[in-house]
């Protein structure tokens, strides 16, 4: 499978603890996002980068997420000292250089206890 | 910033009918419509998109309208079959500087098709 694939596919935790999720983009995709999806709501865009560099953060990014993308191929998610309210389908998307269209990995689904 | 409003939040059809969904945008310089459908527990997949240079594209039975004058855009898909069953999301991007590429979604519709 030469899609966007991220691991793991779900990911249950107690509050307070700390998460990693990572995503591989397709291999020539130099763009790569990450996106949240709560249940029965579209997708928000939480931030995305160029290569190496960050270039956007959503303001529903707070100070507990930290996103890396090191050598500008595949990208990890922190969430530090999670909260219930964390709880959702965290999608990575990326797509190729200066072009919009979006090819979506299938997710991790993030359970908080 | 930009929002989308996107309505049915259900809709149910016969199959061989016709499915229309509706999107609003706020933001003039969108320039950028795409539709994603997503299967139960699958990812999000792009089935057709839209420039804001164009007014209408086809693809089968897949067809998206764009009105940049009232700022809203539509899918259409005829002769639905049960496998369009799916959540249906539309999107349009914040144009130009570091959003390139930066999409806000509808809050989706949800299509049944029923044999």
């Known amino acids: 499978d030469t899609g966007v694939s991220q691991d793991p596919r779900h990911k249950i935790t107690k509050r307070g603890q700390n998460v990693t999720f990572r995503c591989d983009p397709i291999?020539?995709?130099?763009?790569l996002y990450w996106y949240r999806q709560t249940l029965g709501q579209g997708p928000e865009f939480l931030t995305y980068?160029?290569?190496?560099?960050?270039?956007?953060k959503s303001r529903l990014l707070s100070d507990r997420f930290s996103a890396e993308r090191p050598k500008g191929s595949f990208s990890t998610l922190e969430i530090q000292r999670t909260e219930q309210g964390d709880s959702a389908m965290y999608l990575c998307?990326?797509?190729?250089?200066?072009?919009?269209?979006?090819?979506f990995g299938s997710g991790t689904q993030l359970s908080v206890l | 910033g930009e929002n989308v409003e996107q309505h049915p939040s259900t809709l149910s059809v016969q199959e061989g009918d016709s499915a229309v969904i509706k999107c609003t945008y706020s933001?003039?310089?969108?320039?950028?419509f795409p539709w994603y459908k997503q299967e139960l527990g699958k990812r999000p997949q792009l089935i057709i998109d839209?420039?804001?240079?164009?007014g209408e594209k086809k693809d089968q039975r897949i067809a998206v309208t764009l009105n940049k004058t009232a700022k809203h855009f539509s899918l259409h898909i005829t002769e639905t079959q049960p496998e369009d069953s799916a959540v249906y999301f539309c999107?349009?991007?914040?144009?130009?500087?570091?959003?390139?590429?930066?999409?806000?979604f509808g809050q989706g519709t949800i299509l049944t098709v029923h044999p």
């Open positions: 980068f160029q290569n190496e560099a960050q270039l956007e």
């Open positions: 839209i420039r804001s240079n164009v």
């Open positions: 999107a349009a991007n914040s144009a130009g500087g570091t959003s390139y590429g930066k999409l806000t």
């Open positions: 291999s020539e995709h130099n763009r």
């Open positions: 998307a990326s797509s190729p250089h200066f072009n919009e269209k979006l090819f």
């Open positions: 933001d003039s310089a969108s320039n950028y």
